[in-house]
């Protein structure tokens, strides 16, 4: 039985799903570094959920999604809050972008914010956990984050940083002392030149360097991704690109469930080479391709 275990800690989230009608069409657990745990727990890994969520419907929902496919959530505190809520809304239009489907904070019936950020989660994990090699899967990055990193040993750290608002208003030094924690980082493309402005750098080779990584990995949506790690102590940078390029029906979730399958394979291979590159850009576009040409985020 494999020692590894996969974590995930921070604010469980709710998915409403909208047509361009605004009628609701779906309910789901949401949430990047949720989504991407419940894709490893669907591909049969150990995995438990640290964070917190509303004794109401809505987390009743988001809990029972996690539960589902064997992701542990006794670790879930739920507090006298409501439940975050991601209002997804999908355009009424047959050939979808990757920036088509529209992701608000915002509820579009109400108007009225219905995600918050806190910073009270619980931050310690069970004794019998303690021993076990654990991959941490993070896509926010609060000091409650990074308190909870802190208190765990042998842990691998695993950040998916896919959107400005989460990197937008700190600093060069706090960003570098949270991210030198990483082992892997993907990064959204998008999301690259603002990262390298704060972070004072130009490329991705210096943040490889400057994070001291075992692999960096950039996606570009439909265009592949980019893997960048050091062999016999040079760098090297492989592009990929799908041979398939699948319909898009809702294109929520496609990189939460790259970014878990890259998780899998680095937490198993033996070493990063052109074959691993390789084989795990395969599998990880492959079950992108299954997210996306379904509606929701995780895969049915």
């Not at 539960?67 to 739920?78: A, E, F, M, P, Q």
């Not at 002392?177 to 892997?184: A, P």
């Amino acid at each position: 039985m494999s020692n590894k275990v996969f974590i995930s800690h921070g604010d469980i989230i709710l998915d409403n799903v909208y047509d361009g009608d605004l009628n609701l069409i779906k309910q789901d657990g949401g949430g990047s570094n949720w989504n991407s745990l419940y894709n490893l727990s669907y591909m049969g890994e150990n995995c438990y959920a640290i964070g917190t969520c509303g004794k109401d419907v809505e987390g009743d929902i988001a809990i029972s999604s996690l539960k589902s496919h064997g992701v542990n959530v006794d670790l879930i505190r739920r507090d006298d809050i409501s439940t975050n809520i991601m209002n997804i809304i999908i355009p009424k239009k047959s050939n979808l972008g990757d920036d088509s489907i529209i992701h608000s904070w915002y509820s579009p019936i109400t108007n009225k914010r219905t995600l918050f950020f806190r910073d009270d989660l619980p931050i310690n994990i069970p004794s019998s956990l303690e021993d076990k090699e654990i991959y941490v899967l993070l896509d926010k990055f609060e000091t409650v984050n990074l308190d909870f990193i802190n208190n765990l040993k042998n842990r691998k750290v695993c950040l998916d940083i896919g959107h400005v608002r989460f990197i937008e208003h700190f600093s060069k030094q706090y960003l570098t002392t949270f991210f030198q924690n990483g082992c892997l980082v993907q990064l959204n493309q998008n999301v690259a030149p603002l990262l390298y402005e704060r972070l004072q750098i130009k490329t991705p080779f210096e943040l490889f360097n400057l994070l001291d990584l075992d692999l960096l990995v950039i996606t570009k949506g439909k265009k592949g991704a980019s893997f960048i790690f050091k062999e016999n102590n040079e760098l090297v940078c492989i592009d990929k690109s799908p041979e398939v390029i699948a319909k898009v029906i809702d294109s929520s979730g496609a990189g939460d469930a790259f970014f878990a399958t890259v998780i899998k394979e680095y937490a198993y291979a033996d070493k990063i080479d052109s074959n691993f590159i390789s084989h795990t850009f395969d599998i990880a576009n492959e079950n992108s391709r299954a997210v996306i040409g379904q509606l929701g985020s995780r895969r049915n």
